[in-house]
């Protein structure tokens, strides 16, 4: 059978329309990411295991904020044109503040108690190497290396693959901070993903993760989610960049070529005989300006005639008028 998208996201629809059990469900969980769009109220419904997308859009039934436990009744929908699930919800009842958020909030103060987040190393001044630990996919790497190109084509980005999400990302973002550590190639850590809803960030809200950057002998940067997100990573680290793009630009010293500096120089020596030759030119003019226009004088070897009897045959003269002058030489 062939189907276009559009007929395969239709029936995919009815079929959510016809099912009874996605129609006024009960869902019990902790909000995370909620927003004003529009007239709806967007956020995501998580338990320990799992997330599913909402959306209300009866504001006054859903004034919510991330970390509440609420308990939604609603119905599963399939918005065809866009092949997505959300949950539309009809009624939300707080029921206390979710297990995830108290869980993150008594790291945050176990770790800050230990001193975590006051152990700050300085930065190298001189970078050859960086690590990054990041994903091998999407544009976070790709973005660090463009701005090291930019700033100091000679500076090595070395890469140790790592997921930034999902089950196995915490372990192997603390074995790339290890491995960087063991072998000591870089002068530096960076620890590097692109932005996401708190789900895709949790990696780095975990204590190992956390534990594992605090206690790197190298300097990291954490450089994880957008400018306005914040997880553990961004506290333990030596320095947090509100992008992997700003990342690489607050570690990599930029670099002047010969050839800029050579420029630089010519147009500044360029400008100054410009601005000499200008000024001069002003004060001839001034100083012609102050003759009448009829002016006429003759002079000999530099020095002014006053009189025909100074004169000899073949005297060569220079006779200036105001608007220039001309050689001659005096007949027999």
Same mark, same amino acid.
């Given at each position: 059978?062939?189907?276009?998208?559009?007929?395969?996201?239709?029936?995919?629809?009815?079929?959510?329309?016809?099912?009874?059990? !996605?129609?006024?469900? !009960?869902?019990?969980?902790?909000v995370?990411?909620?927003?004003?769009?529009?007239?709806?109220?967007?956020?995501?419904?998580?338990?320990?295991?799992?997330?599913?997308?909402?959306?209300c859009?009866?504001?006054?039934?859903?004034?919510?904020?991330?970390?509440?436990?609420?308990?939604?009744?609603?119905?599963?929908?399939?918005w065809?044109?866009?092949?997505?699930?959300?949950?539309?919800?009809?009624?939300?009842?707080?029921?206390g503040?979710?297990?995830?958020?108290?869980?993150?909030?008594?790291?945050?103060?176990?770790?800050?108690?230990?001193?975590?987040?006051d152990?700050?190393?300085?930065?190298?001044?001189?970078?050859?190497?960086?690590?990054?630990v990041?994903?091998?996919?999407?544009?976070?790497?790709?973005?660090?290396?463009?701005?090291?190109?930019?700033?100091?084509?000679?500076?090595?980005?070395? !890469?140790?693959?790592?997921?930034?999400?999902?089950?196995?990302?915490?372990?192997?973002?603390?074995?790339?901070?290890?491995?960087?550590?063991?072998?000591?190639?870089?002068?530096?850590?960076?620890?590097?993903?692109?932005?996401?809803?708190?789900?895709?960030?949790?990696?780095?809200?975990?204590?190992?993760?956390?534990?594992?950057?605090?206690?790197?002998?190298?300097?990291?940067?954490?450089?994880?989610?957008?400018?306005?997100?914040?997880? !553990?990573?961004?506290? =333990?680290?030596?320095?947090?960049?509100?992008?992997?793009?700003?990342?690489?630009?607050?570690?990599?010293?930029?670099?002047?070529?010969?050839?800029? =500096?050579?420029l630089?120089?010519?147009?500044?020596?360029?400008?100054?005989?410009?601005?000499?030759?200008?000024?001069?030119?002003?004060?001839?003019?001034?100083?012609?300006?102050?003759?009448?226009?009829?002016?006429?004088?003759?002079?000999?070897?530099?020095?002014?005639?006053?009189? =025909?009897?100074?004169?000899?045959?073949?005297?060569?003269?220079?006779?200036?008028?105001?608007?220039?002058?001309?050689?001659?030489?005096?007949?027999?």
């Amino acid at each position: 059978m062939e189907l276009s998208v559009t007929q395969l996201n239709n029936y995919i629809k009815s079929v959510f329309v016809a099912e009874e059990m !996605l129609h006024n469900v !009960l869902l019990t969980g902790e909000v995370s990411g909620a927003s004003v769009r529009g007239n709806g109220i967007w956020f995501t419904l998580r338990d320990r295991e799992a997330t599913i997308p909402c959306v209300c859009w009866d504001q006054s039934r859903c004034k919510v904020k991330n970390g509440d436990q609420v308990t939604v009744r609603g119905t599963v929908d399939y918005w065809h044109k866009a092949g997505k699930i959300n949950f539309n919800v009809h009624a939300l009842v707080k029921t206390g503040t979710g297990d995830l958020l108290e869980q993150l909030k008594a790291l945050t103060e176990k770790l800050k108690r230990e001193g975590l987040f006051d152990k700050k190393k300085a930065m190298p001044t001189k970078v050859k190497r960086v690590g990054v630990v990041s994903s091998r996919y999407g544009a976070v790497i790709h973005d660090i290396m463009n701005v090291t190109r930019r700033r100091n084509p000679s500076v090595d980005i070395v !890469l140790y693959p790592a997921a930034v999400q999902g089950e196995s990302a915490a372990r192997e973002i603390c074995a790339g901070v290890a491995y960087f550590n063991r072998v000591k190639s870089v002068d530096l850590i960076i620890v590097a993903r692109g932005g996401g809803s708190s789900e895709d960030l949790s990696s780095f809200n975990t204590e190992a993760v956390a534990r594992a950057v605090a206690g790197s002998t190298l300097p990291i940067v954490a450089a994880v989610g957008h400018e306005t997100d914040f997880t !553990l990573v961004d506290y =333990v680290a030596d320095l947090r960049a509100p992008t992997p793009s700003a990342a690489a630009e607050m570690v990599i010293p930029e670099v002047v070529s010969q050839k800029d =500096v050579v420029l630089r120089l010519w147009s500044q020596m360029k400008y100054a005989i410009t601005s000499r030759l200008q000024h001069i030119r002003t004060q001839a003019l001034g100083f012609m300006n102050l003759f009448p226009k009829d002016f006429v004088a003759v002079a000999k070897d530099g020095q002014m005639v006053k009189s =025909v009897r100074e004169l000899q045959p073949k005297d060569k003269l220079q006779i200036c008028f105001n608007d220039g002058r001309i050689g001659v030489t005096v007949d027999e």
